[in-house]
């Protein structure tokens, strides 16, 4: 079945440490990849996407993505968390270049200071 | 500030009531999709409105429908409440099809 899958519902790191938040999808072709961020009772910020090209994506707030067709994989990454990157993030993927987004269930993220 | 607005921000609802949500879309946006987030879950579509016609659907039943105005605003009604329809209700706009979506802060329904 197609479907979007964040293997760690919760994650921990200290402040200054580094983050990697997995993602991995199954579809047979490449689709569009998105990571969103999600504040307590917000609505969703987008970090960054990939579409094509270079499979190393560069985002907001000092986040990053790289892309591996082979693994099916869409990692997010940043090399120095902050207490304000405490959030609910996702990883989504647009299959048929519809605006139709699907989303996996989300990494919440917690930040020790 | 994404500019996608909803309204209200909240609302509570009785089992077996009808709601309608508001999404104002982000000026030069013709494209509105819904998306039902419950607790602890990720967004799941509900469908997408393109022009004023309904472009594709999710797997919600028909007691789930929309309509998208001619300024491409655009409303959600949901009929014969359950309490599974509590939810984080979010709306997000694009200016045409494959194109960057924009989300809303969402409206907070809550069944009981």
């Known amino acids: 079945a197609q479907s979007v899958t964040q293997p760690d519902i919760h994650i921990t790191v200290s402040e200054g440490a580094s983050l990697e938040l997995r993602c991995n999808y199954s579809?047979?072709?490449?689709?569009?990849l998105f990571w969103y961020v999600q504040s307590p009772g917000q609505g969703l910020q987008l970090l960054l996407k990939?579409?094509?090209?270079?499979?190393l994506v560069q985002g907001i707030k000092g986040f990053e993505a790289e892309f591996k067709r082979s693994q099916s994989s869409f990692n997010l990454r940043k090399p120095s968390v902050h207490w304000s990157d405490a959030a609910e993030y996702f990883c989504?993927?647009?299959?048929?270049?519809?605006?139709?987004?699907?989303f996996g269930k989300g990494t919440r993220l917690h930040i020790l200071p | 500030e994404t500019g996608v607005t909803q309204s209200p921000t909240h609302l509570i609802k009785t089992r077996g009531q009808q709601v309608t949500l508001r999404c104002s879309s982000q000026?030069?946006?013709?494209?509105v999709s819904w998306y039902q987030q419950a607790l602890g879950q990720g967004p799941q579509f509900i469908f997408q409105?393109?022009?004023?016609?309904?472009?594709g659907r999710g797997n919600f039943p028909p007691r789930f429908s929309g309509l998208q105005f001619p300024n491409y605003s655009s409303e959600l009604n949901v009929n014969a409440l359950e309490l599974d329809d509590s939810a984080l209700y979010l709306c997000?706009?694009?200016?045409?099809?494959?194109?960057?979506?924009?989300f809303g802060q969402g409206t907070r329904l809550t069944v009981v």
């Open positions: 997000a706009s694009s200016s045409q099809v494959n194109t960057e979506a924009f």
């Open positions: 579809y047979g072709a490449t689709p569009y």
């Open positions: 990939y579409f094509s090209g270079d499979t």
């Open positions: 989504a993927v647009e299959v048929n270049r519809d605006d139709k987004i699907i």
């Open positions: 000026s030069g946006h013709n494209t």
């Open positions: 409105y393109y022009r004023e016609e309904e472009n």
